[in-house]
RNA sequence: GCCGGAGUGGCGGAAUUGGCAGACGCAAGGGACUUAAAAUCCCUCGGGGCUUGCUCCGUACGAGUUCGAGUCUCGUCUCCGGCACCA
């Protein structure tokens, strides 16, 4: 054994070793009868008849050139669950994979006309040399690359699977379209009205476009969000929110003087006798037929939707409200959109805001019919300042004046329905998925356009449709499908005449939505083969058990994972609903910035004593920020494995905070976890010949009478807390500063008998069975030198035992009136009348009562006597 | 505006069911070793007061409940994230 901990030779020692002993390969699939044995086996570890399994999946990566600070986070996070469970008995499915379709490879194909498949391919080889150098337990065997033929069929598979049920149709439409990206997004995908990768702004154009019919299983993924219990409220909350459910009425109003009727949906049917206009958006069918002056409806089309302010335009035309016969104006308004409800509202200017403002603008009539409960002395500003928008009670409501709004609501809904002036509708804000693409670099939707058959899906046998290689990258606005002969053109599967492809490619959505999936399967997909399976893997290792990722993704792909899990269900592929059991959302690795009034952002070294090393000026330090490189604000994973070596940035990234929060990186934190693992090296260096020979000690268990028994309760106590914090919701970093107490008590041991070496020895041990999930490649190397055989890794995770954690004398806290006095030492175990009695023995706590009327005293057991006095 | 989450030393962060506020780490200061430095080891490290042992104050702010509040309740402020003319 070497003195100095050297971190490269060691790890790339065990990195070897575990690739040639398959350590990390999954165990093959045990015997299953169709969802029975996976639960009949749940806490059976080790046992006969297998064990529990547990799915941990991080979220693979984009293969874009590097892994980066964010990655190794996750990473390191499943890394040290796929460990523990390990340890602990679990057969564990811990895959990795690519999710390799995607515009940045077509970005680098027009650039620098390298095809997308190479640049992809080569990323991919470099980037998984760097999972690999940072000792991730993955089990490559299962490895998933999207972009693979073999992968993407089975995208084209399900897209079939989905037509036949009408859960993939084509429609034409307005859809959001990037100029800069030269392709469609989904309303998902625009933010603020502008693309979510460019930023450029996003206009309508009306495309024809594959949809996904999620909203066919819509009120089953807002159900099932309620059962998300091991996901972040904050994720549940926002996936509830996009379907963004509502219930109201649809109500009908009749044009005067057309034979029309103009519906509108609404959630405050209490507020229907107040309505003083009606409001089309400016797409609506009756638009174009009521307005005259197309001109004029121009101006208020092109404010569609713009925040800024609101605009209409009379349409010349008027309603009679069904419930009173009033005669109301229809207006034409940017601010009412097409896509929601009826695409018309009724306005209610006395009781919503926007409507209010339209109508202080055009001089429209506001009539009050909703007064708050109880008083009513604030009223009268309130109707020329703003909208009263809770709800209250009814007036000038004719006979539903004087009901709450909330059954006024009812009786108001019920008496629509009764008469057929409307019904009770539900709305959601969900859309169906448009999926198609105009890209190269993605999953050719399999469908053929016959002149004589219409739409025809490609059979099954047929599958997959490979992308062409002879395709020119333009960065031009068409589908670089189109410009390839030899895709184009077809036969008709039908007929056989001539026939041409769909040239769009499917959102790479999709390849995401089912991966988790695949890697139950190794190699060679086949979900045909798995329907009804009764022994499918797919059976026994689905649900995910522990799903690892970033914030990023709490609501599509998450969404569409929701979805796609119920479509195979119903495909008969799988039969859970809920692809994540649990979900860790990792926070963002951040940084501090440095910015030059004149330089903008600079880098660290570009900063000398707070100045710009450029141009000498004052730097600002800014805000510590999300890791980019715009930012000038990274650190390379590279960098720091060469430095330090991947257990110390491993250790550190997970001892900085805990995995669900933000984590702010420090060059000096890192230089602390390298020294705390180089403390461990200096123990078991000193130890390792006494080690070598007593390898008959128990490793767990302790030896009772022993002089240094501290040692032995701080190990035990150490498992203990470790294990719990790992268990509760894997707070490493709190794990970590337990092991650092547990180090820093072997470090300040002297031994003095053989005992003392012993119980040294059992505190090293456990140290490094403790700390292996973080720092593998470490503690292979020193239990190995402490002369244990087999991979640390095939040890169980130590037991502690609570007789041995127990301490003998405990600190007890006397306080009066909840103040501190003074703490004294005590046997473990006193009642709470003796450690009463020793706290008013007290010499210090007498003189303090001196006098004192004592009214009552409190025992805590175990920790505390507050004496109460008057 | 609506919905989430957070606010604790110089910094990152700890504190079962309400029970010693500040674990662990970083930074800083002092000391040992050294010709010197690095590394390592030891000590100090929330603030105030003084008689250096004690004492008072202290978890964004203001109330409250309680023997006792970082933790529970109500109100206020600030920050972060998501959604947002969704009728």
New binding site residues.
């Given amino acids: 054994m070497q003195e100095k901990y050297s971190p490269q030779e060691i790890e790339l020692k065990w990195q070897k070793y575990w690739y040639e002993r398959k350590l990390h390969i999954t165990p093959p699939t045990p015997p299953l009868n169709k969802g029975g044995i996976s639960k009949g086996m749940s806490l059976n570890k080790g046992g006969q008849g297998g064990v529990e399994k547990f799915y941990c999946l991080e979220m693979f990566p984009y293969p874009s050139g590097k892994i980066h600070m964010g990655h190794v986070r996750n990473y390191a996070i499943g890394d040290v669950i796929a460990r523990y469970k390990k340890m602990n008995g679990f057969n564990v499915l811990h895959p990795m994979g690519w999710d390799a379709f995607g515009l940045p490879a077509e970005n680098a194909a027009i650039k620098h006309g390298v095809h997308p498949a190479k640049w992809t391919y080569e990323n991919i080889d470099y980037m998984k040399k760097q999972l690999n150098r940072m000792g991730l337990s993955y089990d490559w065997d299962k490895e998933v690359t999207t972009c693979s033929p073999e992968y993407y069929k089975w995208n084209q598979w399900f897209f079939l699977k989905l037509y036949e049920k009408g859960l993939a149709y084509k429609k034409a439409s307005f859809v959001n379209w990037c100029l800069s990206c030269a392709t469609v997004l989904a309303n ?1 995908q625009v ?2 009205s502008k693309c979510w990768r460019c930023d450029s702004a996003v206009i309508q154009k009306e495309l024809e476009q594959w949809f996904l019919k999620i909203t066919h299983y819509i009120e089953e993924l807002l159900q099932g969000c309620d059962e998300l219990k091991g996901w ?3 994720v549940v ?2 996936q509830k ?2 379907i ?1 459910k ?1 219930e ?1 009425v649809e109500v009908d109003f009749l044009v005067e003087g057309i034979n029309e009727k103009l519906r ?5 049917p209490d507020t229907i006798l107040g309505v003083t206009y009606m ?1 089309l ?1 400016p797409g609506h069918p009756l638009t174009e037929k009521l307005i005259e002056n197309k001109v004029k409806l121009e101006s208020v089309k092109e ?1 569609y ?7 209409g335009l009379f349409a010349g035309h008027y309603v009679i409200n069904p419930l009173t016969g009033e005669k109301i104006p229809i207006y034409v308004a ?10 018309a ?2 306005s ?1 200017p006395a009781h ?1 805001q ?1 409507d209010f ?1 339209f109508a202080k603008k055009y001089g429209l009539p506001i009539k009050e019919v909703i007064v708050p409960e109880g008083g009513a002395e604030e009223q009268k500003n309130r109707r020329t300042e703003e909208a009263f928008e809770d709800e209250g009670v009814l007036v000038n409501s004719g006979q539903f004046s004087g009901m709450k709004s909330e059954d006024a609501k009812k009786a108001i809904s019920k008496f629509i329905e009764e008469k057929g002036l409307g019904k009770i509708t539900v ?1 959601y ?1 969900l859309r169906d998925w448009g999926i198609s693409r105009q890209r190269y670099w993605g999953t050719p939707i399999p469908i053929i356009y016959c002149d004589t058959c219409g739409i025809v899906p490609v059979s099954e046998k047929d599958l997959p449709v490979i992308l062409p290689e002879d395709v020119k990258f333009t960065g031009k606005g068409v589908s670089p499908l189109l410009e390839s002969e030899a895709f184009l053109k077809v036969n008709c599967p039908k007929c056989g005449g001539n026939a041409r492809r769909e040239t769009d490619t499917m959102d790479t959505f999709v390849d995401s939505s089912w991966y988790f999936v695949a890697y139950c399967l190794k190699g060679g997909l086949d979900f045909k083969f798995q329907i009804s399976n009764l022994q499918s893997p797919i059976d026994y290792w689905m649900p995910v058990d522990q799903y690892i990722g970033g ?2 993704h ?2 599509l792909h998450l969404l569409y994972s929701r979805f796609f899990t119920r479509a195979m269900r119903d495909m008969g592929i799988l039969n859970v609903s809920e692809p994540f059991t649990n979900l860790l959302t990792q926070g963002m690795v951040c940084k501090e910035t440095w910015k030059c009034p004149e330089h903008d952002w600079l880098f660290p070294d570009e900063v000398k004593d707070g100045k710009c090393v450029h141009c000498g000026k004052e730097v600002e330090k800014g805000r510590v920020e999300k890791m980019s490189k715009s930012k000038k604000n990274v650190v390379d994973p590279n960098a720091l494995i060469e430095k330090y070596g991947a257990d110390t940035m491993r250790l550190f990234s997970l ?4 995995p669900e ?4 990186w ?1 060059d ?2 890192v ?3 390298y ?2 693992l ?2 461990i090296w ?1 123990i078991v260096y000193k130890y390792r010949a006494e080690a070598q020979k007593s390898r008959s000690a128990e490793v767990t268990s302790g030896l009772p009478g022993f002089r240094a028994s501290a040692l032995i309760r701080k190990t035990h106590q150490t498992i203990k807390r470790v294990t ?2 790992i268990e509760k919701d894997y ?1 490493f ?2 794990a ?3 092991l ?2 547990l180090v ?1 008590d072997i ?2 041991f002297v031994p003095e008998t053989d005992e003392d070496r012993t119980v040294a020895e059992i505190a090293i041990k456990n140290t490094l069975l403790m700390l292996a999930p973080f720092a593998p490649h470490i503690t292979e190397e020193l239990w190995e030198v402490i002369g244990c055989k087999n991979s640390i890794f095939e040890q169980p995770w130590p037991a502690w035992d609570e007789g041995l954690a127990k301490e003998e004398e ?2 007890l ?1 006397v ?1 009066e ?5 003074t ?1 004294i030492i005590i046997p473990a175990g006193l009642s709470d009348v003796e450690a009463k009695q020793k706290a008013l023995e007290d010499p ?1 706590i007498k003189q ?1 009562l001196n006098g004192k009327q004592i ?2 005293v ?1 025992v ?1 057991k175990g ?2 006597v ?1 004496i ?1 006095t008057g």
């Fill in positions: 998902e933010i603020d972040p409220e904050r909350a926002m929110n996009w963004g509502s109201g509108i949906y609404t959630t405050r409001c958006a404010k939707s713009k925040m800024e302010d609101k605009e940017n601010f009412v959109l097409m896509e929601y409800g009826t695409g509202i009724m209610v919503d926007r403002e709305n804000k914030i990023e709490a609501v001892f900085a905070s805990p929060r933000d984590l702010e420090s000096k934190g230089e602390g976890a020294r705390f180089n403390k200096g719990d914090d707070h970093n709190t970590i500063a337990a650092m107490e820093n470090s300040s405990i600190e806290v306080q009136n909840g103040k501190l006095r703490k210090k303090i009214k009552k409190i805590v920790k505390l507050n109460v």
